[in-house]
């Protein structure tokens, strides 16, 4: 069955950086299948970060987190990760890896990991 | 960029009633663009719905989706326990994904 399990609980330093990993089982890692990030600030809704391609390694970040954002991955592992730079207060949330799946011309997010709580706090 | 807004913010219902949850989007979306999601607390959110109308793996056929252009509603048509929780929309377009702003579903 596809899982993906993330990290764990992280807690930064304003100005720091923290690396978010995302483990996927289950399905060909390389089959296509892009890795999207969504984070989540307490009490907030969902705000989406970017994607990687797991089989080319090609990005695409939203406009309020390029420059700061890195998505990679490991095809060696079936891992992808996301670093985040420059850390602020603002940054806190619950970090999300979800697999994007195409059906016709639909995308959409079907398989999530458990979320990854990250603290910027001095 | 396409914003999405969702509304009510909160609907207050009682076990067994209908749910009728809209989105808008601020232009002209493809319906096969729209997906909803729901979030349950302390968990991850999970797919419902995709392109617009389509019920995702699992799902059950109390819920529904439909719209296109800018409006779209997702309806629960009896409300069983398990579906208190939030529910987000969702489009794509452009290689960028927007989520709206949710409408949470609570015991009246």
């Known amino acids: 069955q596809v899982q993906l399990v993330q990290s764990g609980a992280e807690v930064k330093k304003p100005g720091a950086s923290v690396k978010v990993s995302c483990k996927t089982s289950?399905?060909?890692?390389?089959?296509?299948?892009?890795i999207h990030w969504v984070r989540q600030a307490p009490g907030q809704g969902l705000e989406w970060m970017g994607w990687v391609s797991p089989k080319t390694g090609g990005t695409h970040y939203a406009e309020n987190f390029q420059g700061r954002v890195t998505m990679t991955r490991d095809t060696s592992t079936s891992t992808v990760y996301m670093e985040v730079s420059r850390l602020r207060s603002e940054d806190t949330a619950v970090y999300y890896c979800?697999?994007?799946?195409?059906?016709?011309?639909?995308?959409?997010?079907?398989?999530w990991g458990q979320g990854t709580l990250v603290t910027v706090s001095s | 960029e396409i914003v999405l807004t969702q509304f009510p913010g909160t609907l207050s219902l009682s076990p067994g009633e209908r749910a009728t949850l809209s989105c808008r989007a601020s232009?002209?979306?493809?319906?096969?663009?729209l997906n909803w999601y729901q979030q349950k607390p302390g968990q991850a959110p999970r797919l419902l719905i995709f392109g617009a109308s389509i019920r995702a793996t699992g799902i059950p056929d109390r819920f529904s989706g439909s719209g296109s252009g800018t409006d779209f509603t997702l309806t629960i048509s009896r409300l069983e326990p398990e579906d208190f929780a939030v529910y987000y929309c969702?489009?794509?377009?452009?290689?960028?994904?927007?989520f709206g702003p949710g409408t949470r579903v609570d015991v009246k």
């Open positions: 289950g399905y060909s890692f390389t089959g296509g299948y892009y």
């Open positions: 979800a697999r994007e799946e195409s059906v016709d011309t639909t995308l959409m997010l079907d398989f």
């Open positions: 232009q002209i979306i493809r319906s096969r663009s």
């Open positions: 969702q489009q794509y377009g452009n290689s960028q994904f927007t």
